[in-house]
Every structure is written in C-alpha cells, then in structure tokens.
C-alpha cells in the first residue's frame, strides 16, 4: 500500500491485488488503514469497497482467468476518493449471479457513486464526505 502526502498535494492510496476473494479481507484492512484519522465514515467506506471487489473477485473475470482488481483512493478537505476497477469483460460480459444488492448497499453508504462500464473492464468511483456525526 502506497500512502503518502508530498507537497502540495492530498494523501493517496493504491493497491494491485489479485481478482480473489481474499482480497476482500487485504482492501478492506487498507482503506481502513487509509482512511484512520481523516473524518469520514470508516464503516461505510469499509462496507462499500468490500462490496465492490467482491464484485470484481467473483464476475470481472472468467472462469480460469486470473485478473487483478486496482484500488485508488485520493482525498481532498471534502471528501474521500476511492476507485475500485478491474480490467475483466465488463458488465455486460457477466452473467448475472447474487442477490444484486451491492451497489445498492454502495449507493446507501457512499454520497456519490459513478459507474463506468466497458469490455474493457468497470470502474466504480465512490466518494465520501469527510465530517459528520458519524465520524466522531
């Protein structure tokens, strides 16, 4: 994991980790480590990117297919970045599998989601204002 905050500009993340379901468990110890101390709803932001890269573990690749899931995350006085892609077949490559409610349980936590979907992979960006109650 990549945290740091040069000069003049905000403190960042970056993780590469393997399109696998125990990299839901390594993302979500790194944006918390990420996340510590910058006031934002650590829970909800936990909550959301365990949900989009288990997405990514189980449908942004196909069968045998070994893939990576990368995890951005900038923040600003505002708010918290984070960017959750894969490079797999996209949306429409998938087939439908689940419940269908981790985007929906995204959109609850996160105060903005974008969705940008191709054959060439997705990106989720979701971002998280900092300050509040919650975050006391």
Same mark, same amino acid.
């Given at each position: 994991?990549?945290?740091?905050? %040069?000069?003049?500009?905000? !403190?960042? !993340?970056?993780?590469?980790? %393997?399109?696998?379901?125990?990299? +839901?468990?390594?993302?979500? #110890? *790194?944006?918390?480590?990420?996340?510590?101390?910058?006031?934002?709803?650590?829970?909800?932001?936990?909550?959301?990117?365990?949900?989009?890269?288990?997405?990514?573990?189980?449908?942004?690749?196909?069968?045998?297919?070994?893939?990576?899931?990368?995890?951005?995350?900038? +923040?600003?006085?505002?708010? !918290?970045?984070?960017?959750?892609?894969?490079?797999?077949?996209? !949306?429409?490559?998938?087939? *439908? #599998?689940?419940?269908?409610?981790?985007?929906?349980?995204?959109?609850?936590?996160?105060? #903005?989601?974008?969705?940008?979907?191709?054959? #060439?992979?997705?990106?989720?960006?979701?971002?998280?204002?900092?300050?509040?109650?919650?975050?006391?």
């Amino acid at each position: 994991m990549t945290t740091s905050a %040069p000069p003049g500009s905000s !403190l960042s !993340l970056r993780e590469r980790l %393997p399109a696998t379901a125990p990299s +839901v468990a390594t993302a979500r #110890h *790194a944006v918390r480590r990420f996340a510590a101390g910058l006031d934002v709803d650590v829970d909800g932001l936990v909550l959301a990117v365990s949900e989009a890269v288990a997405n990514v573990a189980a449908y942004a690749y196909g069968d045998g297919v070994a893939g990576t899931v990368e995890l951005d995350g900038s +923040v600003t006085p505002d708010e !918290l970045t984070i960017v959750v892609r894969d490079r797999g077949r996209g !949306l429409g490559g998938s087939p *439908a #599998h689940g419940a269908g409610f981790g985007l929906d349980i995204i959109r609850r936590v996160a105060q #903005h989601v974008e969705l940008a979907d191709s054959r #060439h992979g997705v990106a989720l960006t979701m971002r998280f204002r900092r300050g509040g109650a919650w975050a006391r």
